[in-house]
């Protein structure tokens, strides 16, 4: 650390109190702190203004002066302000805390500008993260189905209501090549962000692949399960899924479930779950096989597909979400999907109402089975 007196000679003595703390004189320019000593008021116009630490040797008469105490106090930073007498003894006991001070300073002022550094890169991180999450949220509902969709035989209507970020839920609702065959495919993913961008990027490369391939809802599956297991290693939770695909030549449904998504069945009067094996979810027990269930349907008869997150709605308000869900399906004689989307939707903008986000993603897909379908399928 380099010293300078300003307006007054070094000493011997001075000199050796500098050289056991490891400081060396200096002229001004170079100086981390200047020596004053204060004999009168007028020495105080030799002082140089500037960010160097400043040490005033003073008498207690002139300390006590106005114009003393006003022109220390008017100084960017005080001073340290000393008597005079036997000032070599007083240099000698401030010193260590001047010098300590100014290390401190030192360091303070290193990690200030190392805390400016790293809020600009993580500004910079999440600016980018944004546009990626951006980018990845338009990649990920151009994944998805119209909601419109035009098939012969069934009429199909679906809602996705994503939470905040981007979506963990994925669905899709395709024919297969040979027009004969209705797939649909509903996945909730309790994984949010890239992860699930990433799912639902694989799920519809494996649906396009089964498209060419024709129906095998059980081998499908099991290679998604393995699939999944092997990106993961159960680092991640797994994925609830459930696919099915419908015969329209003799409205059989066949179909496999993982985890916890239970499609729901309406068959004037009646409502019910419809029946599911139990099965852990995707990515969790690598050599688990999946068997698929089979079940008749006919015309009039609609399905009800849900991910989870409509559930938690209906949980948060204390209601019976299968109560809830039947009073909607038994309320009238004549159901179609887009009455039974349109109520329950009505539902939610209530729970929307008094909570400005949704606790999770929710997808709908209503699958009614038309009057004539049966019909219409043999006659072809």
Not at 143 to 163: E, H, N, R
């Amino acid at each position: 650390m380099n010293i300078a007196f300003a307006n007054f000679p070094s000493t011997s003595k001075a000199q050796l109190i500098l050289e056991r703390l490891g400081c060396s004189l200096s002229n001004h320019e170079t100086a981390h702190i200047l020596c004053y000593q204060i004999s009168s008021l007028d020495c105080l116009k030799q002082v140089q203004h500037s960010s160097q630490t400043l040490i005033f040797f003073v008498s207690s008469a002139i300390s006590q002066k106005p114009h003393f105490q006003g022109f220390v106090s008017a100084l960017n930073e005080a001073p340290f302000v000393l008597l005079s007498d036997s000032w070599e003894d007083q240099l000698a006991y401030t010193l260590p805390s001047v010098l300590l001070l100014l290390s401190l300073k030192t360091t303070n002022q290193k990690q200030q500008n190392e805390i400016v550094a790293l809020a600009k890169q993580t500004d910079d991180l999440l600016q980018r993260f944004q546009m990626d999450l951006e980018l990845a949220t338009k990649v990920h509902h151009q994944l998805l189905p119209p909601s419109d969709l035009q098939i012969p035989g069934v009429s199909v209507t679906s809602k996705y209501l994503p939470a905040s970020g981007l979506g963990g839920d994925y669905f899709d609702v395709f024919e297969l090549q040979d027009k004969k065959h209705l797939a649909v495919l509903v996945a909730d993913s309790q994984t949010h962000g890239m992860a699930s961008a990433l799912l639902s990027t694989l799920l519809k490369i494996r649906l396009d692949e089964l498209k060419e391939r024709g129906p095998f809802a059980q081998n499908l599956m099991n290679h998604l399960n393995r699939e999944i297991y092997q990106i993961h290693q159960s680092k991640l939770p797994g994925l609830d899924l459930f696919f099915g695909v419908l015969d329209r030549s003799t409205l059989t449904l066949e179909y496999a479930s993982a985890g916890a998504l239970r499609p729901l069945f309406w068959k004037y009067p009646h409502f019910s779950e419809l029946p599911c094996d139990e099965n852990p979810p995707l990515g969790i027990q690598p050599n688990h096989d999946y068997t698929t269930s089979l079940t008749q349907l006919r015309p009039g008869d609609l399905l009800f597909f849900h991910t989870n997150g409509l559930e938690a709605i209906f949980e948060e308000k204390g209601d019976s979400f299968r109560n809830e869900l039947a009073g909607l399906f038994t309320s009238g004689k004549k159901m179609d999907p887009l009455f039974f989307q349109t109520e329950l939707l009505a539902k939610i903008d209530r729970y929307q109402e008094s909570k400005s986000e949704l606790p999770d993603d929710i997808t709908l897909i209503q699958l009614m089975i038309d009057k004539k379908a049966l019909y219409l399928t043999q006659s072809k």
